[in-house]
């Protein structure tokens, strides 16, 4: 399952949809995503229809240059049934890694999805979701010479009731949770102080290497100001411990928002010194999300380069365009998508 699978030039595009659609899975390393720093490893989760790969390639940059070349890996993330070759323990030697995910019936009219992870036909580690899902999705990434296993469930709507990040500790056969992301990140009755909402899912989005000892899981959640994006949270994992890193978060850097509306960009987050006006029609691109004394700003660039930040809307807006009453305008975007 090593087998690599390269695209570039000009059809690049139409392949890499084609692969990523196929595989439902994939990892990429590009070189031009990370500049004169060094490559990233992305891993794309769960990628089964062609505008979720549309969505990836544009998000990314990767339409922008003729000259990126990126590869795709069939193993990045673990289809079931499948055996990998994963160091778990640090030894330098693999172990033969597999994984089974199936439905088991609660009796009350709905299932729970059962996650079971085999070593050399062993089962090693064995979960199942609390909530209402119907299967399991394992990836795996390294850190340094680190492996780590990410299980994410899913059910209704893409709902995501568990991100669990596993490794093997020192001395120990089975796997160990070392974080519940939902736990860390959301909102909830636990977590008031949540980065995001209580919506918010581990999906179609990258699974990204920035340093040595910290991934950013890319999470797509709702703002009133602009509904669905990706956001990408930062963790930091040393040893058996996983501390979610401070504000601000980077969001979707290929993404371009058209204003619909008049807004005013601010200077600073809670600032009242407009650095810049926002009017309808108006090209701008949202960079990083941040979060003060509980109010989320979004850093916002508009084409000449301005930079500023905007609080994100305190309601839900809803309004009729004024050159078409039958289409009603979201957000302060037209680009805003809403899903439930």
Known sequence: MN?????????????????ITLLLAVSLSATALAGESGSHDIILIGADTEREADRFIHTN??????????????????????????DLNGDGEAEQISYKTYENDNGQGSCQAV???YEDDTLIWNYTDPSWSYSWSLSRFSLGESAYLLAVSKSDNDWTSQALILSRLEGNDSLSVLADL???????EENSGGLLS?????????????????????????????????IYVDYEISGDTVTQKAPPLKLEEARTWTAWMDFDVYDQ???????????????VSLKELTIV??????????????????????????QPSDE???????????????AG
């Open 3 to 19: 087998q690599k699978i390269s695209f570039h030039g000009k059809n690049r595009k139409k392949s890499a949809r084609k692969l």
């Open 61 to 86: 940059g990767l339409e922008e240059s003729d000259d990126a070349v990126a590869s795709l890996t069939e193993d990045a993330v673990m289809l079931p049934d499948t055996v990998y070759e994963i």
């Open 115 to 117: 996650l079971e992870i």
């Open 182 to 188: 939902p736990e860390l990140t959301r909102e909830s």
């Open 198 to 230: 209580g919506w918010a899912r581990v999906g179609y989005g990258a699974l990204l290497s920035t340093e040595e000892n910290v991934v950013a899981i890319a999470w797509t959640d709702t703002l009133k100001s602009t509904g669905n994006m990706t």
């Open 269 to 283: 987050p809670e600032s009242d010194t407009t650095a810049y006006h926002v009017s309808p029609e108006d090209v």
């Open 293 to 318: 004394n509980g109010k989320k700003y979004l850093k916002c660039v508009n084409q000449d380069g301005k930079e500023g930040w905007f609080p994100d809307s305190e309601e839900y807006l809803y």
């Open 324 to 338: 078409n009453p039958e289409l009603y305008y979201q957000g302060y975007f037209k680009e805003c998508i809403f």
